[in-house]
């Protein structure tokens, strides 16, 4: 299945290749998700506006961004359920305006709402899609079902919602395509079985396979995901690798007289918010750090900082400095 | 098309297609067999008198008086236009704002087939099942013809007095009766063109609600925009057989098109070709009489060619 992919992309290269709508500006090899200038307008209101987003071959890419931001808009038009108003998208050197069929040949979706056909058994419904899938595997989804302990001799319509979306978990994750998109996969479903949600994108990541996850919840975006990309107000607001991440760290300490300044060598990996004190309230200086910790340590010491604390900088900083808009260091 | 699609539309409609087959066809027998109760040249006084409402009535009311023509009205039943309408219209709403307000077309389109594909497999089913369901009003018919008997008054003998022309029957007594099959009196390939008709209208239904169903999104409203056009048309269509000034609305109703036991009085005249003819006007028609039952396919057709393209081009929103 890789190697199809491969040779698509290939062919995407060759100039006189119209397929994609776009010139290639990137490695079409490691590429299978590309967008470019990417926008959907309804009327005066931009659902998604000039996003790029590059999602590299093999990569668990998650989505995230408040309700509203763009990413459900992003997915539907990469399947092309929507067309853009502006900029172009391919998955696997294919665009999705020009063979959207072709295209989900390639993609295996699971939507935020995934509803199935309520007369159908559970079974029924796992041999459906995987007939109609070419890369359907209905063995796989029932022995993801049972994964998942799904009673699949009960009716679509008689199942609860977190039954509904183990099943659909089943049919999507069963489908052998080189690219899974999966939004929201956790929603309604119980630890137990959100923890095994996750072991299952790993395993398919572990086969070679691309995911696209889109999710609110923080951890397990940090628990699965290579890279990450923060859509807000329907703009490309960061994008950030989980490997720089998890090298960020934040200083707090009691802010001291004087306001520390940062050296030079390490003025681009730092940053220093001094809080002024709030009644009782002792004021506070904030480092955040960018690589290495061990870079920083000494100069951290020489300024003789008080009831100090170190913390690795997750996810939800980042987040929440998107998501007011602020600049991120990384 | 698609094999595994049109399975699971099969298996989606199955339970209304049943249930309007059984309708369909328990009532086209029924109805015969009610026929042959009533001894129709009682009922030629009566409709007589009615004479000045004859122009509301499909036919003329002397068509009636055939058991041909009376079998014909099965097709204008409301039971049967009912049933039809409720299939076409259940289904035709059904492909696509249906499937967009349950929520489950974004499953479906997620796997590797085109919309053309989607609404072409849902077409072949609808269509297939409309096929059945006027097949089954014939064969329902069918059956009522062959299981039946009518009773027919034998004239009694008479002599006739010469240069007084007078006629005297021979027996003062009750007349006699005979029970004779209503197959003898009526041949069933009569209604083949009467059950084109009724399939040329409920394609036209079927292709009005599936254009509908491709401009929404919710199927309340596709149901609600079909039925208010086809009440519309009915208003329309009788309002112009009911004033003469207003029947010019006549050509502006669909309901013109179906003429189903016109078709069958055009047999009992010109034999079983003459419903067929695309070239021959008959009395009372202004055009040959396929012509009609072709104006309703062709506009569903183009019903159907545009909704496929509206639903190619369409964006497909987030279900609710």
Known sequence: MTDSVEETADETDDPGAANTGYSPTCDARTDIVRCQGLSKRYGDFDALKDCDVRVRQGDVFGLLGPNGAGKTTLIRLLLGYLHPTGGSCAIAGLNPEVDSVAVRREVSYLPGDARLPRHMRGDGVLKFFSEIHPSGNRDKSHSIAKRLELDLRRRVAFMSTGMRQKLALAVVLATETPLLILDEPTANLDPTVRGEVLNLVREAQNEGRTVVFSSHVLSEIEETCDEVAFLRHGVLAHELKMAELFQRHRVTAKAPSTVPEIPDPLANSASITIVDAIGDREGRVTIDTAGDLAGFLPWINSLGLSDLRIEPLGLRSVYDAVHAGQKVAI | MDRVLIKKYIGQSMLLFLACAFILFTFAWVRVWVGTFFNLSQYQGILDQLKEFEHFAPIEFSALMSYAGQVALVYDEPIVILCVVIWSVARGSDVISGELGRGTLEMLLSQPISRRQLLGSHAIVS??????????????????????????????????????????????????????????????????????????????????????????????????????????????????????????????????????????????????????????????????????????????????????????????????
């Not at chain 2, 929404?216 to 112009?240: A, E, H, K, N, S």
């Not at chain 2, 055009?266 to 039952?293: F, H, Q, R």
């Not at chain 2, 496929?308 to 609710?320: H, N, Q």
């Open chain 2, 127 to 320: 269509i297939g099942g409309l096929i059945g369901l006027c097949l089954l009003v014939w064969a329902g018919i069918g059956l009522g013809v062959y299981t039946n008997d009518v009773d027919e008054e034998i004239p009694a003998p008479q002599v006739t007095i010469p240069i007084f022309n007078w006629e005297i029957p021979l027996s003062a007594g009750e007349p006699l009766v005979e029970k004779v099959p209503l197959a003898d009196r009526v041949d069933v390939r009569t209604y083949a063109s009467p059950t084109f008709h009724l399939f040329a209208f409920g394609f036209f239904v079927l292709s009005l609600a599936t254009l509908f169903s491709s401009l929404d999104r919710y199927r309340w409203r596709t149901v609600g925009c079909v039925v208010g056009v086809y009440i519309i048309q009915l208003v329309m269509f009788g309002l112009g057989k009911a004033a003469k000034s207003l029947d010019w609305l006549l050509n502006m109703s669909f309901f013109s098109c179906y003429k189903p036991q016109k078709m069958a009085a055009i047999v009992g005249e010109k034999g079983m070709a003459g419903p067929w003819s695309l070239t021959e006007v008959s009395a009372d028609l202004v055009l040959p009489p396929l012509v009609y039952p072709l104006i309703l396919i062709g506009g569903g057709i183009v019903f159907y060619i545009i909704a496929a393209i509206r639903f190619d081009r369409r964006d497909l929103p987030a279900p609710l």
